[in-house]
């Protein structure tokens, strides 16, 4: 695939720019990943997995975190006010959102479309909307026939994990994974200050960590949500991992997390795609552990030939390379009633 040649009309990023590091990651920021995000944006407002592909809201929802997270350097247009018309118009009857134009069902992008809408205060009653669902919505493995059935065939069971805990899925009424669950825990905090979230929402939050410890993996590490099978020990994911580290970051000084950002730190330079990349970046420098040499593997992986350009990494990459991380602050007045 041809690469993309980004632009260089940008003007300079505000503020102070400090070390040659921050410069180089800024340059990139302005005039790569924000270029290519706001030319891949559709006509209907949405952006697709890739420039000119049909628009989703995973992939949307993104491009406006990573918008916005930049909002200083954006040209003059309404390229954000479009990509929430897209979502707005998106929403699904019951507050939920589809995986794709043609579906009628909502899922786990749900949380991304929440998180991409909370400070779009004309929209706050579909955010509201949004994570009620979200509170209500419990994956198969949350039902009592689900555990019951789990418990009789526990002599042939080959995964180590419990059954006590749940939390999101990516298929309604299917079992949870940890990237969703990640992801739902991840919105609900943005959504609230800490402490101002109803009882039965703290509870829901508690159980989900409680899943997300429990399906670590030995020594370190998450990967879909299968920590142990037939005794062999599960082999974790850098996305999975950095999404379980986000979401668990208020137990920053647990053992479990220092043992994860450990296995991160030893193990990013083993994948090179930029989606890997993007992610132990911003995972890494949240924990305070990040390495320089990531950000230049991150802005090489780019310069490849034929790397292939997806919304989604490029909108990790521009977190990444953001300089501060508002999109994981909570925002004040976006609780679910």
Not at 16 to 23: M, Y
Not at 54 to 69: D, M, N, P
Not at 81 to 99: C, I, T
């Amino acid at each position: 695939m041809r690469a993309f040649v980004p632009m260089d009309s940008l003007p300079p990023a505000p503020g102070n720019l400090g070390d040659v590091e921050s410069r180089r990651g800024i340059d990139f920021l302005e005039r790569t990943c924000i270029p290519y995000l706001c030319h891949a944006q559709n006509e209907d407002g949405g952006w697709g997995f890739q420039r000119g592909s049909l628009s989703r809201v995973e992939s949307t929802a993104w491009a406006l975190l990573a918008l916005r997270e930049c909002v200083s350097i954006l040209p003059q247009d309404n390229i954000e006010e479009r990509g929430v018309h897209f979502l707005e118009r998106s929403q699904l009857q019951d507050g939920s959102w589809p995986s794709s134009p043609e579906s009628h069902e909502g899922c786990w992008v749900t949380s991304l479309a929440c998180w991409a809408l909370l400070r779009q205060e004309r929209v706050a009653d579909s955010v509201v909307r949004g994570i009620d669902w979200l509170c209500n919505d419990r994956p198969g493995d949350a039902g009592l026939r689900w555990r019951l059935l789990q418990r009789l065939h526990s002599n042939r069971q080959v995964s180590s994990q419990s059954s006590s805990y749940y939390g999101w899925s990516w298929t309604p009424k299917t079992a949870s994974w940890v990237e969703p669950t990640s992801f739902g825990l991840l919105v609900l905090r943005a959504s609230s200050p800490a402490g101002t979230l109803p009882a039965g929402v703290q509870r829901r939050q508690q159980v989900a960590e409680a899943m997300l410890y429990n399906r670590m993996c030995p020594g370190g590490g998450w990967n879909c949500g299968n920590p142990m099978v037939y005794g062999v020990p599960g082999v974790p994911q850098i996305s999975s991992t950095v999404w379980a580290l986000l979401a668990l970051r208020k137990h920053a000084e647990r053992s479990e997390n220092q043992q994860s950002v450990d296995w991160l730190e030893a193990n990013w330079g083993r994948s090179q795609t930029p989606a890997s990349l993007a992610l132990a970046h911003i995972a890494l420098g949240l924990y305070g552990r990040l390495d320089p040499s990531l950000g230049d593997s991150l802005r090489a992986a780019y310069s490849r030939e034929g790397v292939l350009w997806r919304v989604p990494e490029v909108a990790w990459a521009a977190l990444a390379f953001s300089g501060h991380q508002s999109w994981l602050a909570p925002v004040p007045g976006g609780k679910p009633s």
